[in-house]
């Protein structure tokens, strides 16, 4: 029907190549979800461990 190839005729083409396009991109970007922050606590600061059971009930230490 067309002589030529468009992409608006063929949507499905112009999808893919931007789904490849943007996981090319995807791959080159640095991921900043999983960046940790260092935090230095003081000497006299209390250490503790805190579990969480079902929320909100939490235990610190063993206690609630």
Known sequence: MFPFHSLWVYTMLRCVST?????VV???LPDT???QVHRN???QALRG?????APPDV????RP
């Open 19 to 23: 789904c490849l396009l943007a996981g």
């Open 26 to 28: 995807a791959l080159f």
């Open 33 to 35: 979800s999983q960046a």
């Open 41 to 43: 606590f003081p000497a």
């Open 49 to 53: 461990e805190l579990s969480v059971n």
């Open 59 to 62: 235990l610190l230490n063993g």
